[in-house]
């Protein structure tokens, strides 16, 4: 997977009329399938892999997500959480885990530079966007644990949010960022967000995980009129 040359876009997708949203995925030149395990209500390790499977067979890079309950996924132990980690690393091409995952980010870390594969870590806050310190502050924690990219989301309440964010991830665009501002005044950095660093932007096709997320006909459409694509 290369990093930075232009914009990837990845679609989050849980047990839902899988095959049939991979099928829209492909037709769409959706780069990267963030699979939400943490949204599955069959968490045996066959079923995961086998989606898994599938989204590697369909042409597609696969990022694997189990959101903490903390940061808008489900109440699941830590240690299933990286037993999951350690079952899939073999078919994905990066981990996510958060920052605020304590316990277990070192040890995903760890299993992703044993199989050779990315480490994502994520920080989220779905009710407002930290002032600049405390940005900082998550993304050297973040860059100090040794991960592959930082990935923050933060809800924009205000104008002056969505620049703050933007403007702080051009400031540490030489540590492979993902950046976010949710709601619907955070929509524009979905787009934007390259100009200043960020390096994926994540969608939609039928339901959004998260606010602000812009439908892929639309974000597509966005970035071919900035010259994105």
Do not use: W
Request: aromatic share 10%.
């Amino acid at each position: 997977m290369r990093l930075g040359e232009r914009p990837l876009v990845a679609l989050p997708l849980d047990e839902d009329d899988f095959d049939l949203k991979l099928k829209n995925a492909k037709s769409k030149n959706i780069d990267i399938i963030e699979v939400r395990i943490d949204q599955f209500s069959d968490l045996t390790i066959d079923n995961i892999v086998n989606h898994f499977k599938k989204v590697r067979e369909n042409g597609f890079y696969s990022i694997a997500t189990i959101r903490s309950e903390k940061e808008g996924g489900k109440s699941i132990p830590d240690e299933e959480r990286l037993g999951i980690f350690e079952a899939v690393a073999g078919y994905t091409d990066i981990l996510d885990i958060e920052l605020t995952s304590e316990n277990i980010n070192k040890k995903v870390i760890q299993v992703a530079k044993s199989e050779g594969i990315l480490s994502l870590v994520s920080y989220h806050d779905f009710e407002k966007t930290p002032n600049e310190i405390e940005i900082q502050k998550i993304i050297n924690d973040s860059y100090n644990l040794e991960c592959d990219i930082i990935k923050y989301a933060f809800k924009a309440n205000s104008v002056e949010d969505v620049g703050r964010v933007l403007s702080m991830t051009h400031r540490n665009r030489d540590k492979n960022l993902v950046a976010i501002s949710m709601g619907e005044l955070g929509k524009v950095s979905r787009v934007t967000g390259f100009f200043f660093g960020s390096l994926i932007t994540y969608t939609y096709i039928g339901k959004s995980f998260a606010p602000g997320q812009i439908e892929a006909d639309k974000l597509y459409e966005e970035l071919r009129f900035y010259n994105l694509l």
